[in-house]
């Protein structure tokens, strides 16, 4: 039982994916084979945040953020 709570605790810490309301919209309108790939993809990034970018870019504060091109859908 003392693993399964450490194991929770482990999954409250994970990232998860987050979406504008305009990329959600998108999302939402794509196919649903189509729209299981981007989620899929999200997830694995959320998963994996550490993954090497495509290119960076900075916001309008002047902060780096990085951009990863997957299947034509850029991840930010």
């Known amino acids: 039982m003392r693993w399964k709570r450490a194991s929770l605790v ?3 810490t994970q ?3 987050s979406f504008s309301d305009l990329a959600a919209e998108y999302v939402l309108s794509l ?3 189509r729209q299981r790939t981007v989620m899929d993809r ?3 990034l ?3 945040p ?3 970018s495509d290119y960076r870019l900075a ?3 002047g902060r780096m953020v990085d951009h990863l091109l997957v299947h ?3 991840y930010s």
Do not use: N, Q, S, V
């Open 10 to 12: 482990a999954e409250a």
């Open 15 to 17: 990232y998860r994916p």
């Open 31 to 33: 196919p649903k084979r």
């Open 42 to 44: 999200a997830h694995e």
């Open 46 to 48: 959320a998963r994996y």
């Open 50 to 52: 550490f993954l090497e």
């Open 59 to 61: 916001d309008t504060d």
């Open 72 to 74: 034509g859908i850029l």
